[in-house]
Protein backbone atom coordinates (compact mmCIF):
# COMPACT_ATOMS: atom_id res chain seq x y z
CA UNK A 1 0.00 0.00 0.00
CA UNK A 2 2.84 2.41 1.04
CA UNK A 3 4.64 1.90 -2.26
CA UNK A 4 1.25 2.67 -4.31
CA UNK A 5 0.49 5.61 -2.30
CA UNK A 6 4.26 6.49 -3.17
CA UNK A 7 4.05 6.14 -6.44
CA UNK A 8 0.72 8.03 -6.53
CA UNK A 9 2.64 10.71 -5.25
CA UNK A 10 5.54 10.62 -7.05
CA UNK A 11 3.16 11.02 -10.75
CA UNK A 12 1.47 14.13 -8.92
CA UNK A 13 4.96 15.42 -8.19
CA UNK A 14 6.25 15.21 -11.75
CA UNK A 15 2.79 16.15 -13.17
CA UNK A 16 2.79 19.63 -11.41
CA UNK A 17 6.86 20.07 -12.63
CA UNK A 18 5.42 19.14 -16.19
CA UNK A 19 2.14 22.08 -16.03
CA UNK A 20 4.69 24.21 -13.84
CA UNK A 21 7.04 23.79 -16.87
CA UNK A 22 4.89 24.85 -19.48
CA UNK A 23 3.24 27.79 -17.61
CA UNK A 24 5.90 30.30 -18.67
CA UNK A 25 5.55 29.26 -22.48
CA UNK A 26 1.82 29.28 -22.26
CA UNK A 27 1.82 32.74 -20.49
CA UNK A 28 4.34 33.94 -23.34
CA UNK A 29 2.29 32.59 -26.17
CA UNK A 30 -0.84 34.69 -24.50
CA UNK A 31 1.05 37.43 -24.99
CA UNK A 32 0.39 40.37 -28.22
CA UNK A 33 2.30 40.56 -30.57
CA UNK A 34 4.12 44.30 -30.73
CA UNK A 35 4.03 45.92 -34.00
CA UNK A 36 4.39 49.30 -35.34
CA UNK A 37 2.89 50.76 -38.47
CA UNK A 38 4.55 53.74 -39.98
CA UNK A 39 1.98 55.37 -42.25
CA UNK A 40 2.88 57.97 -45.13
CA UNK A 41 3.54 61.60 -43.78
CA UNK A 42 0.57 62.82 -41.86
CA UNK A 43 -0.60 66.33 -44.13
CA UNK A 44 -1.20 64.08 -47.36
CA UNK A 45 -4.58 62.16 -45.30
CA UNK A 46 -4.22 59.40 -48.11
CA UNK A 47 -7.88 57.18 -47.67
CA UNK A 48 -5.81 53.96 -47.58
CA UNK A 49 -4.53 54.50 -44.19
CA UNK A 50 -8.59 54.39 -42.87
CA UNK A 51 -8.32 51.38 -42.45
CA UNK A 52 -5.64 50.97 -39.96
CA UNK A 53 -6.56 53.33 -38.08
CA UNK A 54 -10.46 51.87 -37.71
CA UNK A 55 -8.93 48.30 -36.95
CA UNK A 56 -7.64 49.95 -34.18
CA UNK A 57 -10.85 52.21 -32.65
CA UNK A 58 -12.94 48.74 -33.22
CA UNK A 59 -10.45 46.41 -31.90
CA UNK A 60 -9.49 44.34 -34.32
CA UNK A 61 -5.88 44.23 -33.83
CA UNK A 62 -6.45 43.41 -30.22
CA UNK A 63 -9.28 40.55 -31.44
CA UNK A 64 -6.02 38.83 -33.18
CA UNK A 65 -3.64 39.49 -30.33
CA UNK A 66 -1.57 42.41 -31.87
CA UNK A 67 -0.23 45.41 -30.18
CA UNK A 68 -0.43 47.54 -32.98
CA UNK A 69 1.29 51.33 -32.45
CA UNK A 70 0.79 53.83 -35.41
CA UNK A 71 3.45 55.77 -36.43
CA UNK A 72 3.39 58.44 -39.26
CA UNK A 73 6.30 59.22 -41.41
CA UNK A 74 8.46 62.09 -41.12
CA UNK A 75 8.65 62.69 -45.52
CA UNK A 76 10.97 61.90 -47.75
CA UNK A 77 10.88 58.57 -48.15
CA UNK A 78 12.47 57.45 -44.82
CA UNK A 79 9.49 55.05 -43.85
CA UNK A 80 11.11 52.40 -46.08
CA UNK A 81 14.45 53.20 -44.46
CA UNK A 82 13.09 52.64 -41.02
CA UNK A 83 11.09 49.09 -42.35
CA UNK A 84 14.39 48.04 -43.90
CA UNK A 85 16.49 48.23 -40.27
CA UNK A 86 13.52 46.36 -38.37
CA UNK A 87 12.64 49.84 -36.35
CA UNK A 88 9.04 49.57 -38.18
CA UNK A 89 7.33 46.42 -39.27
CA UNK A 90 4.94 47.62 -41.69
CA UNK A 91 4.63 51.06 -43.59
CA UNK A 92 2.58 51.92 -47.23
CA UNK A 93 4.32 52.43 -50.61
CA UNK A 94 3.14 52.54 -53.88
CA UNK A 95 3.54 49.55 -55.42
CA UNK A 96 5.34 50.83 -58.56
CA UNK A 97 7.35 52.49 -56.42
CA UNK A 98 8.22 49.01 -54.73
CA UNK A 99 9.58 47.33 -57.79
CA UNK A 100 11.75 49.80 -58.44
CA UNK A 101 12.94 50.01 -54.71
CA UNK A 102 13.28 46.43 -54.81
CA UNK A 103 15.97 46.69 -57.73
CA UNK A 104 17.90 49.66 -56.80
CA UNK A 105 18.65 50.27 -54.03
CA UNK A 106 17.86 46.09 -53.92
CA UNK A 107 16.15 46.84 -50.10
CA UNK A 108 15.07 43.49 -48.21
CA UNK A 109 11.31 43.89 -48.95
CA UNK A 110 8.46 42.51 -49.41
CA UNK A 111 4.53 44.21 -50.20
CA UNK A 112 1.94 41.43 -49.20
CA UNK A 113 -0.96 43.12 -49.73
CA UNK A 114 -2.48 45.64 -52.46
CA UNK A 115 -5.30 48.79 -52.12
CA UNK A 116 -6.56 49.75 -55.22
CA UNK A 117 -5.92 48.88 -58.89
CA UNK A 118 -4.95 52.40 -59.89
CA UNK A 119 -2.13 54.87 -59.08
CA UNK A 120 -2.87 56.93 -55.82
CA UNK A 121 -1.68 59.99 -57.71
CA UNK A 122 -2.58 62.37 -60.04
CA UNK A 123 -0.75 65.38 -61.86
CA UNK A 124 -2.59 68.49 -61.03
CA UNK A 125 -2.15 72.11 -63.16
CA UNK A 126 -4.12 75.04 -62.22
CA UNK A 127 -6.53 75.88 -65.28
CA UNK A 128 -5.63 78.80 -66.36
CA UNK A 129 -1.62 77.71 -66.99
CA UNK A 130 -3.40 76.88 -70.27
CA UNK A 131 -1.98 73.49 -70.09
CA UNK A 132 -3.72 70.94 -71.87
CA UNK A 133 -1.63 67.79 -72.21
CA UNK A 134 1.41 66.57 -70.87
CA UNK A 135 3.46 67.29 -73.52
CA UNK A 136 2.50 70.97 -72.80
CA UNK A 137 4.90 70.40 -69.18
CA UNK A 138 7.56 71.57 -72.08
CA UNK A 139 9.40 74.52 -70.14
CA UNK A 140 7.22 74.25 -67.26
CA UNK A 141 8.32 72.59 -63.40
CA UNK A 142 6.91 69.48 -62.90
CA UNK A 143 6.73 68.02 -59.13
CA UNK A 144 6.57 64.75 -57.13
CA UNK A 145 6.90 63.55 -54.02
CA UNK A 146 9.86 61.79 -52.39
CA UNK A 147 11.51 59.90 -55.50
CA UNK A 148 10.22 60.41 -59.57
CA UNK A 149 7.56 57.59 -60.12
CA UNK A 150 7.44 55.29 -62.63
CA UNK A 151 4.69 56.32 -63.76
CA UNK A 152 5.30 59.76 -63.81
CA UNK A 153 8.23 59.25 -66.43
CA UNK A 154 6.12 56.48 -68.33
CA UNK A 155 3.27 59.48 -68.88
CA UNK A 156 5.78 61.66 -70.03
CA UNK A 157 6.50 59.16 -72.83
CA UNK A 158 3.73 58.10 -73.48
CA UNK A 159 2.71 61.96 -74.22
CA UNK A 160 5.44 62.55 -76.81
CA UNK A 161 7.18 65.00 -74.19
CA UNK A 162 10.91 65.48 -74.13
CA UNK A 163 11.76 64.86 -70.45
CA UNK A 164 15.05 66.75 -71.02
CA UNK A 165 12.73 69.89 -71.68
CA UNK A 166 10.46 69.27 -68.10
CA UNK A 167 12.33 70.56 -64.98
CA UNK A 168 11.34 67.52 -62.49
CA UNK A 169 11.49 68.90 -58.54
CA UNK A 170 11.18 66.77 -55.17
CA UNK A 171 8.01 69.09 -53.89
CA UNK A 172 7.30 66.96 -50.98
CA UNK A 173 3.25 67.25 -49.89
CA UNK A 174 2.43 71.28 -49.81
CA UNK A 175 -0.19 71.73 -52.73
CA UNK A 176 0.56 75.25 -51.65
CA UNK A 177 3.34 75.21 -53.87
CA UNK A 178 0.69 74.89 -56.98
CA UNK A 179 -1.31 77.68 -55.96
CA UNK A 180 1.48 80.00 -55.19
CA UNK A 181 3.02 79.42 -58.79
CA UNK A 182 6.39 77.76 -57.31
CA UNK A 183 5.78 74.52 -59.50
CA UNK A 184 3.77 74.17 -62.15
CA UNK A 185 2.28 70.73 -62.18
CA UNK A 186 1.80 69.16 -59.32
CA UNK A 187 1.73 65.00 -57.94
CA UNK A 188 -1.76 65.29 -56.37
CA UNK A 189 -3.42 62.46 -54.21
CA UNK A 190 -6.34 61.51 -55.78
CA UNK A 191 -8.34 61.00 -52.73
CA UNK A 192 -7.97 64.71 -51.25
CA UNK A 193 -5.42 66.94 -52.64
CA UNK A 194 -7.55 67.95 -55.43
CA UNK A 195 -10.57 68.82 -53.87
CA UNK A 196 -8.40 70.38 -51.20
CA UNK A 197 -7.17 72.98 -53.51
CA UNK A 198 -10.76 73.39 -55.92
CA UNK A 199 -12.22 74.24 -52.10
CA UNK A 200 -9.94 77.08 -52.06
CA UNK A 201 -11.28 78.37 -55.23
CA UNK A 202 -8.80 77.03 -58.01
CA UNK A 203 -9.74 75.33 -61.52
CA UNK A 204 -8.00 72.21 -61.87
CA UNK A 205 -6.75 70.16 -65.17
CA UNK A 206 -5.83 66.87 -63.79
CA UNK A 207 -3.75 63.77 -65.80
CA UNK A 208 -3.73 60.70 -64.94
CA UNK A 209 -1.67 57.77 -66.38
CA UNK A 210 -3.74 55.37 -66.45
CA UNK A 211 -5.59 57.60 -68.99
CA UNK A 212 -2.77 57.28 -70.93
CA UNK A 213 -2.79 53.73 -71.11
CA UNK A 214 0.31 53.20 -68.74
CA UNK A 215 -0.52 50.39 -66.24
CA UNK A 216 -0.93 51.61 -62.61
CA UNK A 217 -0.76 49.50 -59.29
CA UNK A 218 -2.01 50.64 -56.06
CA UNK A 219 -0.83 51.43 -52.65
CA UNK A 220 1.37 48.48 -50.32
CA UNK A 221 1.47 47.17 -47.54
CA UNK A 222 5.10 46.83 -46.79
CA UNK A 223 7.27 44.73 -44.56
CA UNK A 224 10.39 43.41 -44.52
CA UNK A 225 10.95 39.36 -46.21
CA UNK A 226 11.85 38.28 -42.47
CA UNK A 227 8.90 39.51 -40.86
CA UNK A 228 6.80 38.06 -43.19
CA UNK A 229 8.38 34.92 -43.19
CA UNK A 230 8.60 34.08 -39.48
CA UNK A 231 5.01 35.72 -38.60
CA UNK A 232 2.93 35.19 -41.64
CA UNK A 233 -0.09 34.93 -39.55
CA UNK A 234 0.42 38.50 -38.14
CA UNK A 235 0.02 39.93 -41.26
Known amino acids: MRSGLFAKVLTLLLLLSLLA ?23 QASLPFVGVYVAQEKGYFKDENLDVTIEHSPG ?61 WEGHTVGYKGTPPPDLMALISASGADKGK ?36 YDLTLWDAADYGVPTL ?18
Not at 25 to 41: C, H, R, S
Not at 174 to 194: F, I, M, Q, W
Request: aromatic share 8%; proline share 7%; glycine share 10%.
Open 21 to 43: GCAPEQAQANQPLTLTFMAGYKP
Open 76 to 136: QGQHLQLVASGKVQVTTQDAAVMLMRRADPGLPLVSFALIGQRGQQAFAALTKTGLKTPKD
Open 166 to 201: IQLVNVGFDPRLLTEGKVDVYPAYKSNEPYQIEGWG
Open 218 to 235: GLAYVTREDTLANQPEAL
